[in-house]
């Protein structure tokens, strides 16, 4: 059972990535997925969850309106579409899998391995 996180890469400030997290070996697909990230030196920090029919979409309020999170039942794949990236924004991305829509990173019991993303200025 994995979560493959993709799409991250050196980017200038400004700039945009759409990240990936494809799931392999189950499709999770009565489950919330969520986007953390986790910059040296600081904790891992909530993102974005979107809920398994992806009606219900939460974004902690440092991402709103720069971030997006979607879901594509049909590929089993959750993307983050981030915009106007900043050097604030390096950090590793990571995907996860949770029962339930959650913002707190204990509910999550499926982490992907993590895709760095890094903004230069």
């Known amino acids: 059972v994995q979560l493959q996180a993709s799409g991250g890469g050196l980017v200038q400030a400004g700039g945009s990535l759409r990240l990936s997290c494809a799931a392999a070996?189950?499709?999770?697909?009565?489950?919330?997925r969520g986007w953390f990230r986790q910059a040296p030196g600081k904790e891992r920090e909530f993102l974005a969850t979107i809920s398994s029919g992806g009606g219900t979409i939460r974004y902690a309020d440092s991402v709103k309106g720069r971030f997006t999170i979607s879901r594509d039942s049909g590929k089993n794949t959750v993307y983050l579409q981030i915009n106007s990236l900043n050097t604030e924004d390096t950090a590793v991305y990571y995907c996860a899998a949770s029962p339930v829509v959650a913002e707190l990173d204990r509910f999550y019991d499926y982490w992907g391995q993590g895709t760095q993303v890094t903004v230069s200025s």
């Open positions: 070996g189950r499709t999770f697909s009565t489950n919330a």
